[in-house]
């Protein structure tokens, strides 16, 4: 094999490969969405989080504007403190929402963000005020026999 | 009661020699590492290698990467179709590919096709005496033969692994939205709302890398420590493909562990 | 200058529990064509390997030119084998290369001459084993013969002072056993070189050998110029020089009695 040939036939191999592994990070993957961009981390209480995940989108009006840093438990205060890495192109006011919603009908939870009216923005590490937690289903269910029960009785009367 | 204990001297036995095995297949790859000066140095060498174990492994792994983007399309769909989720065979497909089925099917192939070849060709090379005639030239057979293939066998699989997976998701989207007829754009967006590039292309990325050391050293050793006979050859051949495919598939198992849970 | 470019002290060697030589001594000296000749299987080939340092000892040493060949680290063996060159029993050409690429293969590896000082070298050594002509061939498509004669012109392909040869009479024709034979002789006085021969043909040998080693039941059973052996009267090397079927070497192998095998 004339060692020409050889390299061209390789060289065309890796070209390949390169070209394959650009392809799925591109078009298959996230890679071109904000990952990479600057963020600014502020951060939020939550007295449950559901299924909310690190590196779980954050959302508002539905557009991905950053990620979930870390998760862990206050143990004093006995409530989720969650990081959010906002992307530096968006400011939010210091009123803003924090909602755990989840995608689609049994889909993974993410965290959306509702602008308030507060003339002042957040800045980094300040704390969300206005949270609500993610929704539990056992909770939604004995809330619905709960009020089902009550209409039961004021039937009876 | 004989029986009970010769099966279990045979066991006693195989597991120590698989163990030993280990401990020569570690020692083959530090050996490697210090004499791959050369494969390097003279990259031609290593070039080489690269057309013999990962050019001519193309032919193989577009065309099975292609039927099974399209079983996975296929079979995905009507169950995802039962649950209303069609829409997510994109989603689908993808994963399977970039997380599992690249990775693993790859290097099953690269095992049966490469690794072999590589057995046969050192095998037959210790029988030949040619290794032998290389030590007494005071070159290494390690540094010349073996390490040249070694590194050509870790650039290959993840380069094969890769184009694996893309030409998967092509025959997934070939029968998904050209036969099937599912929507192009959810398709797409689904794919690409719900495959990290971290999480997911890296980490495939990874186990495609560990496979191609696996199953590269593994054909190198059988072929050094084969008898210098016919039989022993293709005894060796068989070999590597059996302890290829089984490591491969418990290192996937464990790395998926670590990886995805 | 040492008299024995190698020499063989006390050797003990086997390759499990068995021994293969006990406690042999064999001195092989400069610029002379020596033979180990001996049944199959006395380890005849296993002296060659012991002498290139692939395998080491047991017990007792092998010496190449002052050197204790098992004692040397990497740097020393690959000295001492640059000196040597060996011929293999089927020639052990590399499959993947051409017959100018093999001849080339120890000048690429060792030194660092252009390519047209390589191919004036390649083409030097070819044309003296006659094969200059055969430089594109591939060694599949060789015959025996001309295979072992490039990896003759190989083995002689930097020089060396030690030229080995295993069993370089097998399996060949008559023309081109005398071909070895001439070129084996001319070779070594050539390039002042000293040759051993591991061998168990006795007419070629005979004919051009400066000193023959008789290797039996691991020791060294006689030794001597031809003119000596020929003149021997020891059973064993009549037996082996006079081609006797039964004698110290049993036709039969050990078995029971034949009585109680065809069970009479």
Redo the contacts between chains.
Sequence with gaps: MERVKLDIWVGIFVALGIIAMFYLATRVGNLTSNDVKKTYEVKAYFENIGGLKPRAAVKASGVVVGRIGSIVFDPEAFHAVVKINIDDRYSFPKDTFANIYTAGLLGEQYLALEAGGDDENLKAGDLIVHTQDAVVLEKLISQFLYNSAGEDEKDDD | MNNILNFLEKLGASFRSALSGLGSGARLFFLTVIYSSDSFKRFNLTIKEIYFTGVLSMVIIVVSAFFVGMVLGLQGYYTLERYGSSEAIGVLVALALVRELGPVVTALLFAGRAGTAITAEIG??KT???L????????SPIG?IVAPRFWAGMISMPILATVFSMVGILGGYFIAVLIIGVDEGAFWSQMQANVDFHNDIVDGAIKSVVFGFTCTLIALYQGLVAPPTAEGVSRATTKTVVISSLSVLGLDFVLTSFMFV | MEENLISINNLSFGYGKDLLHKDINMQFNRGKVSAIMGGSGCGKTTILRLI?G?LKPNSGNVMVDGKVVHEQNRDG???L??K???L???G????DLSVYENVA??MR??TDLPENVIKDLVLLKLNAVGLRGAHKKMPAELSGGMARRV?LARAISLDPDIIMYDEPFAGLDPISMAVICDLIRSLNDALGATSIIVTHDVAETFSFADYIYFLADGGVAAEGSPKQLLASKLPFVKQFIHSEKDGPVPFHAEAPSYQSDLSL
């Design positions: 037959l090379m030949t005496e040619q032998s005639a290389m030590e007494m030239m005071a070159v010349r | 290139g692939q063996l690959h000295n084998r640059r040597m060159g060996m293999f029993q089927h052990a050409l590399f499959t293969f120890p590896e060792h990896a």
